[in-house]
Nanobody, 114 residues
């Protein structure tokens, strides 16, 4: 059984940084696709960063040059978020596609506020 567990969310001031982590458990050998989405109150879920094996990483227009997705190994990814703005406040979800199946984490809250 595959599970995605996020950590690292919290409260940060505007201009600050935060790093989210996602650990994938289960009998897997790697991702076909892995990344992060976010959903703010009253808004649709939107792409933050998405790595496709063989194609590289795409970033949402709202986070380019501020966020970076890093991979430690076949089962751990991070989202480094810099220069955070109030509009980055949202629940952040880790996503993975493994052997054509979609998996989501439970989400972690990120709040950017002074």
């Amino acid at each position: 059984q595959v599970q995605l567990v996020e950590s690292g969310g919290g409260l940060v001031q505007p201009g600050g940084s935060l790093r989210l982590s996602c650990v994938v458990s289960g009998n897997i050998f790697g991702f076909d696709v892995v990344g992060w989405y976010r959903q703010a109150p009253g808004k649709q879920r939107e792409l933050v960063a998405l790595f496709r094996n063989g194609y590289g990483t795409d970033y949402g227009d709202n986070v380019k040059a501020r966020f970076a997705m890093l991979r430690d190994n076949a089962k751990t990814v991070h989202l480094q978020m810099n220069s955070l703005k109030s509009e980055d406040t949202a629940v952040y979800y880790c996503y993975a596609q493994i052997r054509a199946n979609d998996y989501w984490g439970q989400g972690t809250q990120v709040t950017v506020s002074s």
